[in-house]
Structure formats: structure tokens, C-alpha cells
């Protein structure tokens, strides 16, 4: 199955198949996908939607998740996991790339580049990882002014608004927060960094709208699983930066073999095969699409002369 055929291409819009998705029973599941390859895999371990982290994205580019990656930058990664894995994908906008003109751009440009739905958050510039301490917050009514400018522009795209409120305001400021953005336009709500399970639960209690859990790795959030996000009542779980730490501490353990050993001969029973790469990529699904094509027929004589004579 290549995207290049456009039979394999998606129909529905991608922010109206992301929807469907959420009106199912059940909690759904969106590992992080920082690239073509890591979303194909995700695709053939049986996940039907996706996240793109702004932190893993900055991370694959050798940069800090400070904010310092560009629209044109998310569009470049987001435009490649979409076309080939064609899953509805929710998009991390940071803080929206400026104020409610830029936001309209950024959501125009997710739109246009596959994007199912966009992360807005309510911090401001430097903006920081969730779970990391004193970040700067936007006045909660500049916030909302950000997500009814992406409200008016989208057409479909999907609108979740993150707030990281609950380090400096509390639980009940993040909660009026939250209530305020959905108010805006807000199709969902992502409370960022919350502690405990009672937190998510009293957050679910006092927000009427789906729900986002963030399950990172080293951060405020203790260890849970996605049925015990599905039974306080949540309707998404993203793991936004699992896949890049995975596959790059098992570079960093390449590189050391290689400068230590001469060669990477004694990891070859750690590596994906070249038959399970082509495999992902749909290698063969390409050759064959190439040979099917009709040969281009080359005219012989010359139709001109004849038609002179």
C-alpha cells in the first residue's frame, strides 16, 4: 500500500475521522511519532491516531524544546508521517506561534500539511517542557482569545487546549482555566503535569468536554496505564516522546560499539533486518507500483512527412 495511489488516500478529512474516532466507547490510544518510519511502525503495532511532539521533533533536530522550532518545521514533519501512515494526527502548536493572527496561520498550515487536530497551551514564550518547573503562563483571557482565532480558522482540524496552570495557580485555577478555553472553542482539554489520580479525576469531574492524559516518562505524573486513564474517564492518552528515547539510547549504545569494537557486528541481533525494514516502508508495494506502469510508447517515422506526401 503506497500512498502514491490515490485510491490508498483517506477521504474524510482528518480532524472529522479523529472525531469519529473520540465518539467511540473507550479511551484513544496516541503514541508519539516523530517521523515517517516511527509512524508506519506505530501504524503496523494496530494504533489508529498518532501524536507529534514538539519536544521530540526539537529533539531530532538537536534543539531544546524551548519554542525555538518554526511552523514550517512542524509542517515538514508533520506533512511525512501523515501522507504515509494516513492516521488522524494530533499536533503539538506549543504556544500557538505568536498571538491570534499566528494562530490562524499555524492552523491553516496544519490543515493543509494532513494535521487532525492541534495542542494549544497557555504558556508564554520561552516556553518550557509540562513537567518542568517555573513556567510562565499567558493571562487566561489571552489564551482564550488564541483558541477562538483557531476556532474561526479551522475547518475541521480539532481544538484541544493545554493548560499548565497547575504548578503556580492550583488544581481549581487550572480547572477554571480550562472551562474558560472551552468556552472559546475548545474541543477538548489537556491538564498538563497533574500528580495523582485524584487530581485526574476531580478534573473529569469539573470538565465537560474529552479529556487528554500526558503518560511521559520522567515527570510529575506517576507511572499509569491507559485503562486506568479510560476508567477516571479520559478519552485520549498520548506517550509523546517514548518512541525517540527508546531508539535513541539504542543509538547511543551504537556509537559506543562502534567507536569501542571497530564495527557494530555485535549488535546485528539487536537490529531491525533489512527485509523488516523494506517491509515497513512498503518497499516491495513501490517496485511493483513502478513495474505496473505502462512503458511510454515512442512514436517511430515522421507523422509529418507522411502527411506532407
Known amino acids: 500500500m503506497t500512498y502514491l495511489v490515490a485510491e490508498n488516500l483517506a477521504v474524510e478529512p482528518a480532524g472529522l475521522r479523529l472525531r469519529g474516532l473520540l465518539e467511540r ?23 489508529e491516531a498518532l501524536y507529534l511532539s514538539g519536544a521530540a521533533m526539537s529533539a531530532s533536530m538537536g534543539l ?19 501522507r504515509v501512515t494516513q492516521l488522524p494526527i494530533l499536533v503539538d502548536g506549543d504556544t500557538g506561534f505568536g498571538e491570534a493572527l499566528n494562530v490562524m496561520h499555524m492552523v491553516r498550515a496544519f490543515e493543509e500539511a494532513g494535521g487532525a487536530a492541534v495542542q494549544i497551551e ?13 513556567k510562565k ?10 483558541i477562538a482565532a483557531a476556532a474561526k480558522a479551522r475547518r475541521h482540524l480539532q481544538i484541544v487546549a493545554r493548560t499548565d496552570a497547575v504548578e503556580r495557580e492550583g488544581l481549581d485555577g487550572a480547572i477554571a482555566r480550562a472551562k474558560l478555553y472551552v468556552e472559546a472553542g475548545a474541543d477538548a482539554i489537556f491538564p498538563e503535569a ?23 516518562e520522567f515527570g510529575r505524573t506517576p507511572f499509569m496505564t491507559a485503562s486506568e486513564f479510560e476508567a477516571l474517564g479520559y478519552k485520549m492518552v ?7 528515547r527508546i531508539a535513541a539510547k539504542a543509538q ?49 517515422g515522421n507523422p509529418q512527412a507522411a502527411a506532407e506526401g
Open 194 to 216: 497533574l500528580t495523582d489520580a485524584e487530581a485526574f479525576e476531580k478534573f473529569r469531574a469539573e470538565v465537560k468536554v474529552p479529556l487528554l492524559a500526558n503518560m511521559t
Open 137 to 146: 503562563l499567558a493571562a487566561p483571557q489571552d489564551m482564550a482569545a488564541k
Open 252 to 300: 547511543e549504545g551504537l556509537y559506543a560499539h562502534i567507536r569501542d569494537d571497530g564495527g557494530a557486528h555485535r549488535l546485528v541481533d539487536r537490529m531491525q533486518t533489512r527485509a523488516e525494514l523494506y517491509a515497513t516502508i512498503g518497499y516491495h508495494d513501490y517496485e511493483a507500483l513502478d513495474s505496473s506502469i505502462v512503458q511510454s510508447v515512442v512514436p517511430t
Open 25 to 47: 466507547p473507550g479511551i484513544l490510544q496516541m503514541p508519539g511519532a516523530y517521523n515517517g518510519l516511527s509512524g508506519l511502525q506505530a501504524k503496523a503495532a494496530g494504533f
Open 238 to 244: 498520548i506517550w509523546p516522546v517514548s518512541a525517540l
Open 122 to 134: 497557555d504558556q508564554l514564550l520561552p516556553k518550557k517542557c509540562g513537567h518542568l518547573n517555573d
Open 64 to 82: 531544546p524544546d524551548l519554542g525555538v522550532v518554526t511552523i514550517d518545521d512542524v509542517c515538514f514533519f508533520l506533512r511525512q508521517i501523515a
